[in-house]
């Protein structure tokens, strides 16, 4: 009789870690399943905002878009220049002090350092950096 006491004891402390060992695996389980569903309940509500964003935009809540035609037309104020008969410069009034300029005339080491300092990766990214819009959002 002993030995049919001791096969019991050992089936049942079999059975208790059986259940151990299940209900860890469900708590392994569970926690990957909230993650999951967290990131979809994220993901869903940052899509929801977003529409909502580009909606509120277009509806001119944070002000009127400019058309195609304005933004073309935009002219920024340049000095006056008061020339001499012989053509030199004798005085510049000005609000701004704006003189306009073509590309060719800017040095290519400041062209460089102004594309250096908006976007380092502009070579090699075509415009679209995944990279800087995951950190956008993150922050």
Known sequence: MPRSVKKTSQKTSKKRTGK???KKRKEKISWKKRILKCAAVLGIVAII???GFVC???AGVFGEIPSEK???LIK???ASEVLAADGTVLGRYYIEN???ATADEIPLHLLDALVAT???RIY???GFDMRAYLRVLVK
């Open 98 to 100: 704006r003189t306009n």
């Open 76 to 78: 920024n104020p340049v």
């Open 20 to 22: 151990k060992a299940t």
């Open 56 to 58: 509120l935009v277009f």
């Open 118 to 120: 908006e976007d380092v």
């Open 49 to 51: 905002t977003l529409a």
């Open 124 to 126: 090699r990214h075509n």
């Open 70 to 72: 304005e933004l073309g």
